[in-house]
C-alpha cells in the first residue's frame, strides 16, 4: 500500500501546483466559467489525493485487501479521467473531453463501494 500513498502524495502535490497555476496564470486567461471548471478539477484531485492516502493508512485494518487495492486504483483511475478530462476541457475548450468527466465520476463511485464493501467484510 506504500504504492497509494506515493500516488496519493504525488497527486496532492499535483493539485496544489495546478490549484496555484489556475489562481495566478489561467485566471487571466480563461473565461469565469472555464476557470470554474479548471477549479473544480483542482478540488476534486485534491478530496481524492487524500482518500489515496486514508486507504493506504487504513489498509492494515481491512481484511480484504484485494477490495482495499482495487478501490485506491478506482479512485487513482478517478482523478485521471474526472480531474484530467476537466482541466483539457477549461484549457482547450473542447467538447471531446466532456464525456471522459462522469466516467472519472464513476469511477470514484467504484473507488468508494469498494473500500466500503471492504470494511463490512
Do not use: C, E, R
Not at 3 to 25: P, Q, R
Not at 34 to 49: E, S
Amino acid at each position: 500500500m506504500k504504492l497509494f500513498i506515493f500516488l496519493g502524495s504525488i497527486n496532492a502535490f499535483l493539485s496544489v501546483a495546478l490549484g496555484a497555476f489556475g489562481a495566478h496564470y489561467l485566471k487571466q486567461k480563461l473565461t469565469p466559467d472555464k476557470l470554474d471548471v479548471f477549479h473544480t478539477g483542482v478540488q476534486y484531485h485534491m478530496i481524492h489525493a487524500i482518500g489515496l492516502i486514508a486507504i493506504a493508512l487504513i489498509s492494515d485494518k481491512l481484511a480484504n485487501s484485494s477490495l482495499v487495492n482495487a478501490s485506491g486504483w478506482a479512485i487513482f483511475i478517478g482523478i485521471v479521467l474526472f480531474s484530467g478530462s476537466l482541466y483539457a476541457l477549461s484549457l482547450t475548450g473542447l467538447k471531446v473531453f466532456g464525456p471522459i468527466t462522469p466516467l472519472g465520476g464513476v469511477s470514484f463511485l467504484v473507488g468508494w463501494i469498494l473500500l466500503a464493501i471492504a470494511a463490512l467484510k
